[in-house]
Structures are given as structure tokens and as C-alpha cells.
């Protein structure tokens, strides 16, 4: 199915998002930091979570699942420097599974090139990033960042890449 990229600061929605998102699917969530409380930890049943920091786990768990909303919280724990193995595969295996994938991530430079790359979307709120190193590094995310950076909290602009 898709592949999204939920970008922004703590408290600018992006757990909202998430909640609005999975109401009436399947999901699965990595809840590094146990916010999503109203769901259970039993990864049989329709919405779960996982509150363990074994990512590897939650990563060949989403491969198994089929028309399920994977949510890797807090995704910057999943790379360890770099894209590759299981996690490339959960980009790549959503056409086969039915699945959409959704990475969540603090900051726009935390995110790596490749997986702007793979990612059908972009759901981009405000963030801390310095515009300098936008402008420098994903350089056609500025107009998006500086569009956001004089609106309200919760604000988001959907980027289709």
C-alpha cells in the first residue's frame, strides 16, 4: 500500500494523527514510549502495540502482518545509521502485504534521503530543525517548513512525493 513519513516536534499532533489514521484498521505500533496506552500488548488482535525496545522484533513482526498499519515510533531507533535489511524490506514489501507504513520522526534531518526516497508521503508539522540545514540537506522540503513555521500548533501540510 503506502509508505508515510510523519515529521514534527513533540505536541504539534502527530500521535493524533496516528490515532485518526488506525481507528477502523488493523495496526501495529512500536510504542517506544508508551503512548498509545489504549491499546493492548496482545500483537493478535486487531490493534496492538509493542512497548518492548526490541526493534528487530517489531520489524520482522510488520513483515508478517498483511493489511495492517505498521507505526514505527520514533524511527530514528530503527536505522542505526543506515537503511538496509529488514527494515529497507518494509518499505519495499508494502505492495505485497497490503500493508501502510508509518515512520514517525522528531526532526527533518533525522529522516534519511533513501527513505524520502521510498516513501509515498510526507506528513510534515512544525519542527526544530534549523532552516539553514533544511535549505542544505532536503532543499525541496523548505518552502513546506517555512509555509509552517507561522502557523499554529497542530498544523501540517501532506506532501505527495
Known sequence: MINIILIGRKGEGKSTFVRKYIAKRRALLFDVNNEYKDLKTDNRLQRSRMVELDHK??????????????????????????????????????????????????????????????????????????????EKKYPSLLKYYDYLRDKPQFSNITIKL
Open 57 to 134: 522484533e517489531f520489524i520482522r513482526l510488520c513483515l508478517t502482518k498483511k493489511n495492517t498499519v505498521c507505526v514505527f515510533e520514533d524511527a530514528t531507533g530503527f536505522l542505526e545509521g543506515r537503511l538496509d535489511g529488514d527494515f529497507r524490506k518494509s518499505f519495499v514489501s508494502t505492495r505485497h502485504t497490503g500493508n501502510a507504513n508509518i515512520y514517525i520522526f522528531h526532526s527533518i534531518l533525522s529522516v534519511p534521503p533513501k527513505m524520502i526516497q521510498l516513501s509515498d508521503y510526507i506528513i510534515l508539522h512544525k519542527t526544530n530543525d534549523e532552516r539553514k540545514h533544511v
